[in-house]
């Protein structure tokens, strides 16, 4: 099955740097590929997506970028606030089955 | 569209007592997920359902674990006899196997279960 591996499992940023987390999956079929974020107490949300027919998706200060040859996808979040400071998930899915595989989530926390 | 709808929103119950968790997914969604987190095992699928069908309960940790979908609008987790091990936050999510947002899970609230 799917396995999806997430780096670094904690992230200190000073506000208005930026910060990057990256993902690695095993399943070359997997063609899906959501970022979620969930505040404290919060249920988990997305954030943004990427399907495997682009390399890069932006909105506003959050980006994701996709390599499929290297079975790896990053998550780029831009002029940090301390409202960014959250646990932030990846996954991976084939478009069939609609299952999502989670990595073990990054904790990310912006220093004002 | 209220979204994923779960209830009860906080449980706390003695050890052996059975406890049932209810979800209502979003109208039009075929599939259904129930998922685990705890601080030291992060988020983990326990089972899910297409189109009402229980496909995958691979992820269930025992037998004390049960999950029904009676029809496309309920599901239920049962948990019995409850244990401490299985305080956790347990989530509920939908998702749509068609459409421009295929497999875009949407999360419910959660219930905070709480095993004295």
């Known amino acids: 099955g799917e396995n999806v591996e997430q780096h670094p499992s904690t992230l200190s940023v000073q506000e208005g740097d930026s910060a990057v987390i990256k993902c690695t999956y095993s399943?070359?079929?997997?063609?899906?590929f959501p970022w979620y974020k969930q505040e404290l107490g919060k249920r988990p949300q997305l954030i943004i997506d990427?399907?495997?027919?682009?390399g890069e998706k932006k909105d506003q200060r959050i980006a994701v970028t996709l390599n499929k040859t290297a079975k790896h996808f990053s998550l780029h979040i831009t002029e940090t606030q301390p409202e960014d400071s959250a646990v932030y998930f990846c996954a991976a899915s084939r478009s069939a089955g609609n299952k999502l595989t989670f990595g073990g989530g990054t904790r990310v926390l912006v220093k004002p | 569209d209220a979204g994923v709808i779960q209830s009860p929103r906080h449980e706390v119950t003695e050890m052996g007592q059975e406890v049932t968790l209810r979800c209502k997914p979003i109208?039009?969604?075929?599939?259904l997920f129930w998922y685990r987190q705890t601080m030291m095992r992060g988020l983990e699928l326990l089972i899910y359902f297409n189109n009402n069908v229980p496909i995958d309960d691979s992820g269930m940790p025992e037998d004390r674990f049960s999950a029904k979908m009676p029809n496309a609008s309920f599901s239920t987790l049962k948990i019995q006899p409850s244990e401490p091990r299985d305080s956790a936050v347990y989530f509920c999510a939908s998702s749509t196997s068609g459409g421009a947002s295929w497999n875009e899970q949407f999360f419910g609230p959660g219930t905070r279960l709480t095993v004295l």
């Open positions: 109208s039009g969604h075929d599939y």
């Open positions: 990427i399907r495997s027919n682009v």
């Open positions: 399943d070359s079929a997997s063609n899906y």
